[in-house]
């Protein structure tokens, strides 16, 4: 079942700017995951941020949590042509026993432009 | 190096032809899982594995059976393959609890 929306689909920006990405779900939860994907690779962990937070940040990411509404939203800042992947928003859903059924999203489709 | 080890990384198959995908993780992961990946779907989960001997259907089971014997491994098996099964398929481990996942590198598998 697919828990996870990304938006938008598609993002292109320049060298240097900020890239940010949105991600809706529907049930309650534990965390919620960023991942990327660089064209047709394994899936890469970013970062978790838990249900009782609402802003995390590692290096240039900077992801929030906003529970009432159910969205998070991913903030890539400074982008570098390295960025450009696909990310990729899961959730795990409240169950008290961690990830064990994790839910992605179809994904955000960002190409940085050199 | 932490990883999770899948092959082959490529396959072509005919259909009924049964296969294995092996997956590997070398950092003492209890939970392992395995996910298809295909255009405008997204990734779906198969199968699950909480520890040894503990495996449980994700939401595309169908048509696909797993093991888990040993902590470290935990194989794909697709005894009659159908064309509908051609996908990329992903591994991935975590420590129980609240932890990112370790992806494989990907299989990318065609039945013909």
């Known amino acids: 079942s697919q828990q996870g929306e990304e938006d938008p689909q598609a993002l292109s920006i320049q060298e240097g700017e900020n890239a940010t990405m949105n991600c809706s779900y529907k049930?309650?939860?534990?965390?919620l995951q960023w991942y990327r994907q660089n064209s047709g690779r394994g899936l890469v962990h970013l970062i978790l941020?838990?249900?009782?937070?609402r802003e995390k940040h590692s290096g240039r990411l900077r992801v929030t949590l906003d529970t009432s509404k159910k969205s998070s939203s991913l903030l890539i800042t400074a982008s570098r042509a390295a960025d450009t992947a696909s990310y990729f928003c899961?959730?795990?859903?409240?169950?008290?026993?961690?990830?064990?059924?994790?839910?992605f999203g179809k994904g955000t489709k960002l190409s940085v432009i050199p | 190096e932490a990883q999770v080890t899948q092959n082959p990384r490529y396959l072509i198959t005919v259909t009924g032809k049964k296969l294995t995908v092996t997956c590997s993780q070398n950092?003492?992961?209890?939970?392992m899982s395995w996910y298809r990946q295909d255009p405008g779907l997204g990734l779906r989960q198969i199968y699950y594995?909480?520890?040894?001997?503990?495996?449980d259907k994700g939401d595309v089971p169908e048509g696909y059976k797993v093991s888990r014997k040993e902590k470290r491994n935990f194989p794909l098996i697709l005894e009659s393959p159908s064309p509908n099964q051609t996908s990329l398929y992903f591994c991935?481990?975590?420590?129980?609890?609240?932890?990112?996942?370790?992806f494989g590198s990907g299989t990318r598998l065609t039945v013909v």
């Open positions: 991935a481990s975590s420590p129980l609890g609240q932890y990112g996942y370790t």
């Open positions: 049930t309650s939860i534990n965390n």
């Open positions: 941020i838990r249900s009782n937070e």
């Open positions: 899961a959730t795990d859903p409240y169950s008290g026993a961690g990830s064990y059924q994790l839910t």
């Open positions: 950092m003492n992961h209890e939970y």
């Open positions: 594995s909480m520890n040894v001997e503990v495996t």
